[in-house]
T-cell receptor, first 114, second 111 residues
């Protein structure tokens, strides 16, 4: 079965600094990959997704992620953090090549320091 | 854009008192699901439904029931809630492109 790990349950960055949130999955079969963001007291919303097209995926709010098959990774980055980026971020991976079953990682809480 | 609504947003109840959390969508998506969110565990799927009258267990179905009598609605039922079901619950729909749209969440406390 697929599993997802996110290194670091809490990450703090200074405003304007690079954001790097790590995600690794377990399957050797390239799955579909997602990053979701959850702002306080809200549901999750999609940041970006990889569905076997370009390996570098651009999302909303200046975020992007790169699919690296050899490393089974899908790390999320943003060149310059903004205060409004403070939120919980979840990496998710499909079970196989179907959207029906998606496994979520435990989440990484991002703090942005002024 | 797809919208998912849940009610209530907050609920405090006691052990054993049956409750229902409603979920409805504003479009005609076939796939709906329920998740619970717990610290350090991310989201875990409770039940999902691929269409009317078609439901199936997710990863943590024990203690929960669902029904899908019409496409818009997918209520989550706790027949006899217990304190270990204290959690944040999300309903979601799945679009054909693989994006899930989540409701705002229901924070449930079982005393």
């Amino acid at each position: 079965a697929q599993s997802v790990t996110q290194l670091g349950s809490h990450v703090s960055v200074s405003e304007g600094a690079l954001v790097l949130l790590r995600c690794n999955y377990s399957s050797s079969v390239p799955p579909y990959l997602f990053w979701y963001v959850q702002y306080p007291n809200q549901g999750l919303q999609l940041l970006l997704k990889y569905t076997s097209a370009a390996t570098l995926v651009k999302g909303i709010n200046g975020f992007e992620a790169e699919f690296k098959k050899s490393e089974t990774s899908f790390h999320l980055t943003k060149p310059s953090a903004h205060m409004s980026d403070a939120a919980e971020y979840f990496c998710a991976v499909s079970e196989g090549t179907s959207y029906d079953k998606v496994i979520f990682g435990p989440g990484t809480s991002l703090s942005v320091i002024p | 854009e797809a919208q998912v609504t849940q009610n209530p947003r907050y609920l405090i109840t006691v052990t054993g008192k049956k409750l229902t959390v409603t979920c409805s969508q504003n479009m005609n998506h076939e796939y709906m699901s329920w998740y619970r969110q717990d610290p350090g565990l991310g989201l875990r799927q409770i039940y999902y439904s691929m269409n009317v009258e078609v439901t199936d267990k997710g990863d943590v179905p024990e203690g929960y029931k669902v029904s899908r009598k019409e496409k818009r609605n997918f209520p989550l039922i706790l027949e006899s809630p217990s304190p270990n079901q204290t959690s944040l619950y999300f309903c979601a729909i799945l679009t054909s492109g693989g994006t899930q749209y989540f409701g705002p969440g229901t924070r449930l406390t079982v005393l």
